[in-house]
């Protein structure tokens, strides 16, 4: 069907010549008939209708959530504790102060998580003899640090390596918490790379090679494009994953955003501050999901081939 | 039911952005006869094909299949292409099912088939069209004739009241097509299965279609039986297509 398509340029262009009423676009003289405005105007009333129940069903699952929750005995006294404008209002500033924290080491591991899982699920799947004791470092990496409950990761690099009093190494709580985090989350991403990779069907490397790219040359034009655009959202899952965990560097000491909330929590005694931070780490994440969405769904458009499945 | 026309289409109209590829189509396909479609690259045959199973929106005019208008926005999409069957020209067989899997899908999911029932009726497809001990085998491990025969068995085991065959030989080297032809050819000849095809086998459209539509420019420009299609076209532009294909020596 592609190769129709493509086809289809140059023969149209070598015919145009005698199609004098033919088809330069859109210009053939057409009117809808009064079937398509029919059609349309029964798509545009079945939309309409559509729209009205989804809202219809929303404000009704709304109210009987808010009823729910209001209506629950102990509401009142989880107002206090949960929802104080007061404590909110006292505590967002702090928290977003915390929050830059998160945010830069989100930035700085994610590209560093994104690098070596490349690298390592590069070495993975590496064909040859050689390459043997790189392949079984990289599967005794991911094999390791994906079983390593992170907190246990955390806690030996953050107080671990400090404890050797090694010349020129750092103690700072965030520079070792957020390589902890590095450490972890390359496995994890160094897996998905892997999946990737591997589903991407085997003619496509027998094309690419065919045309006479080496194996490296296969894998950096054809399949690892074609693995990352697949593997978009399972990555995606594993940064705000890791942007969460990055909450967790506050067992050296550093004040992020949930350790900032639970300075005030505990001072306070009221468990709003938590709330806020949820919710900020909430607001940073949706944009990031709609961005991705965007971006593939304009990939998928740009190729697809259309139709209406 | 079997007096009507089982497939027509009126006034069709369909465009990708500003290129009008199908401009105003219309088309008859009676029971037990077989349509050809032909024309150059990009003249909209297989954009026909995928309009008449609803795999594309078209823009404007009609699709009636058995008298019953499938391009209503009411009607069930899915009732109608339990009706029809296509053979594409890129097989699209499931690489994770066996051909066995790949033929008996829709029968057991969609129709309800138990799986005795359908595995039987598969085998006996499948030895008919030469490929009985491939049953087990996966797709992938085929020559592109046996995948695309699979791709036929596929579609005729859900017993189609009409079969779209898209280019179905295109990607195939020479011997292969033969096998593949003889397969549509028994297929009109054994079951008078009602079959529209979109081809560059001219020998073999002029050969087995009861029916031949030249498409050029959006439009069927010349029909009629393979005889005055080929024989003695009345359009320019037929005149001209078919000399080139001549001269190409694919007919």
């Given at each position: 069907m592609t190769v129709t398509k493509d086809?289809s340029?140059?023969?149209?262009?070598?015919?145009?010549?005698?199609?004098?009423?033919?088809?330069?676009?859109?210009?053939?003289?057409?009117?809808?008939?009064?079937?398509?405005?029919?059609?349309?105007?029964?798509?545009?009333?079945?939309?309409?209708?559509?729209?009205?129940?989804?809202?219809?069903?929303?404000?009704?699952?709304?109210?009987?959530?808010?009823?729910?929750?209001?209506?629950?005995?102990?509401?009142?006294?989880?107002?206090?504790?949960?929802?104080?404008?007061?404590?909110?209002?006292?505590?967002?500033?702090?928290?977003?102060?915390?929050?830059?924290?998160?945010?830069?080491?989100?930035?700085?591991?994610?590209?560093?998580?994104?690098?070596?899982?490349?690298?390592?699920?590069?070495?993975?799947?590496?064909?040859?003899?050689?390459?043997?004791?790189?392949?079984?470092?990289?599967?005794?990496?991911?094999?390791?640090?994906?079983?390593?409950?992170?907190?246990?990761?955390?806690?030996?690099?953050?107080?671990?390596?400090?404890?050797?009093?090694?010349?020129?190494?750092?103690?700072?709580?965030?520079?070792?918490?957020?390589?902890?985090?590095?450490?972890?989350?390359?496995?994890?991403?160094?897996?998905?790379?892997?999946?990737?990779?591997?589903?991407v069907h085997?003619?496509q490397?027998?094309?690419?090679?065919?045309?006479?790219?080496?194996?490296?040359?296969?894998?950096?034009?054809?399949?690892?494009p074609q693995?990352?655009r697949r593997?978009v959202p399972?990555?995606?899952?594993?940064?705000?994953?890791?942007?969460?965990?990055?909450?967790?560097?506050?067992?050296?000491?550093?004040?992020?955003?949930?350790?900032?909330?639970?300075?005030?929590?505990?001072?306070?005694?009221?468990?709003?501050?938590?709330?806020?931070?949820?919710?900020?780490?909430?607001?940073?994440?949706?944009?990031?999901?709609?961005?991705t969405d965007w971006v593939t769904a304009r990939m998928d458009r740009q190729r697809a081939q259309g139709g209406s499945i | 039911?079997?007096?009507?026309?089982?497939?027509?289409?009126?006034?069709?109209?369909k465009t990708f952005g500003d290129s009008?590829v199908?401009?105003?189509?219309?088309?008859?396909?009676?029971?037990?006869?077989?349509?050809?479609?032909?024309?150059?690259?990009?003249?909209?045959?297989s954009t026909?094909?995928r309009c008449?199973n609803l795999l594309e929106e078209?823009?404007?005019?009609?699709?009636?299949?058995?008298?019953?208008?499938?391009?209503?926005?009411?009607?069930?999409?899915?009732?109608?292409?339990?009706?029809?069957?296509?053979?594409f020209q890129a097989?699209n067989?499931?690489?994770?099912?066996?051909?066995?899997?790949?033929?008996?899908?829709?029968?057991?999911?969609?129709?309800?088939?138990?799986?005795?029932?359908?595995?039987?009726?598969?085998?006996?497809?499948?030895?008919?069209?030469?490929?009985?001990?491939?049953?087990?085998?996966?797709?992938?491990?085929?020559?592109?004739?046996?995948?695309?025969?699979?791709?036929?068995?596929?579609?005729?085991?859900?017993?189609?009241?009409?079969?779209?065959?898209d280019?179905?030989?295109?990607?195939?080297?020479?011997?292969?097509?033969?096998?593949?032809?003889?397969?549509?050819?028994?297929?009109?000849?054994?079951?008078?299965?009602?079959?529209?095809?979109?081809?560059?086998?001219?020998?073999?459209?002029?050969?087995?279609?009861?029916?031949?539509?030249?498409?050029?420019?959006?439009?069927?420009?010349?029909?009629?039986?393979?005889?005055?299609?080929?024989?003695?076209?009345?359009?320019?532009?037929?005149?001209?297509?078919?000399?080139?294909?001549?001269?190409?020596?694919?007919?």
């Amino acid at each position: 069907m592609t190769v129709t398509k493509d086809e289809s340029g140059q023969e149209g262009a070598d015919d145009k010549g005698d199609m004098s009423a033919g088809a330069p676009k859109g210009a053939d003289g057409y009117t809808p008939s009064e079937r398509r405005l029919e059609r349309e105007r029964y798509r545009r009333a079945r939309a309409r209708r559509a729209t009205a129940i989804a809202a219809l069903s929303t404000l009704v699952t709304a109210v009987v959530l808010y009823l729910v929750v209001v209506s629950a005995p102990g509401w009142e006294r989880t107002k206090e504790t949960f929802f104080d404008g007061q404590y909110a209002r006292e505590a967002l500033p702090k928290v977003l102060e915390g929050l830059w924290l998160n945010v830069r080491l989100l930035l700085i591991c994610g590209v560093l998580v994104l690098v070596l899982g490349m690298l390592i699920a590069i070495a993975r799947t590496l064909p040859g003899p050689v390459f043997f004791p790189l392949r079984a470092l990289a599967a005794a990496y991911t094999d390791f640090f994906r079983g390593l409950p992170l907190l246990i990761n955390l806690m030996i690099v953050v107080f671990g390596v400090p404890a050797l009093r090694l010349q020129g190494v750092t103690v700072d709580p965030v520079l070792l918490g957020g390589a902890a985090l590095t450490l972890t989350y390359s496995a994890y991403v160094a897996e998905v790379f892997r999946a990737g990779i591997e589903s991407v069907h085997p003619s496509q490397r027998a094309a690419a090679r065919s045309l006479g790219l080496t194996n490296r040359q296969a894998l950096r034009y054809v399949v690892l494009p074609q693995a990352v655009r697949r593997q978009v959202p399972p990555l995606l899952n594993d940064l705000v994953s890791l942007q969460k965990d990055t909450g967790l560097v506050s067992i050296g000491g550093a004040i992020d955003a949930v350790r900032a909330s639970d300075i005030i929590a505990q001072r306070s005694l009221n468990y709003t501050p938590y709330i806020v931070a949820g919710l900020v780490f909430v607001a940073l994440t949706i944009p990031m999901t709609r961005f991705t969405d965007w971006v593939t769904a304009r990939m998928d458009r740009q190729r697809a081939q259309g139709g209406s499945i | 039911m079997s007096d009507g026309p089982v497939l027509r289409m009126e006034s069709v109209r369909k465009t990708f952005g500003d290129s009008v590829v199908l401009r105003d189509v219309d088309l008859e396909v009676a029971p037990h006869t077989v349509t050809a479609l032909i024309g150059a690259s990009g003249s909209g045959k297989s954009t026909l094909l995928r309009c008449a199973n609803l795999l594309e929106e078209i823009d404007d005019g009609a699709i009636w299949l058995d008298g019953e208008e499938i391009t209503d926005p009411r009607a069930d999409h899915d009732a109608v292409r339990r009706r029809i069957g296509v053979v594409f020209q890129a097989y699209n067989l499931f690489p994770h099912m066996t051909v066995l899997d790949n033929i008996t899908l829709a029968p057991r999911r969609v129709h309800g088939v138990s799986r005795a029932e359908a595995e039987e009726r598969a085998r006996e497809l499948l030895e008919r069209l030469g490929l009985g001990g491939k049953a087990g085998a996966y797709p992938d491990r085929l020559s592109g004739g046996q995948q695309q025969r699979v791709a036929i068995v596929r579609a005729l085991a859900v017993r189609p009241r009409l079969l779209l065959l898209d280019e179905i030989t295109a990607a195939l080297d020479p011997e292969l097509v033969g096998e593949v032809l003889t397969v549509v050819r028994d297929l009109k000849e054994d079951e008078g299965m009602t079959m529209v095809l979109a081809t560059h086998e001219m020998g073999f459209a002029r050969d087995v279609a009861d029916q031949v539509c030249f498409l050029d420019g959006g439009v069927v420009l010349e029909r009629g039986t393979a005889d005055q299609v080929f024989g003695d076209p009345q359009q320019e532009r037929t005149r001209r297509f078919l000399r080139r294909i001549v001269e190409a020596g694919r007919l």
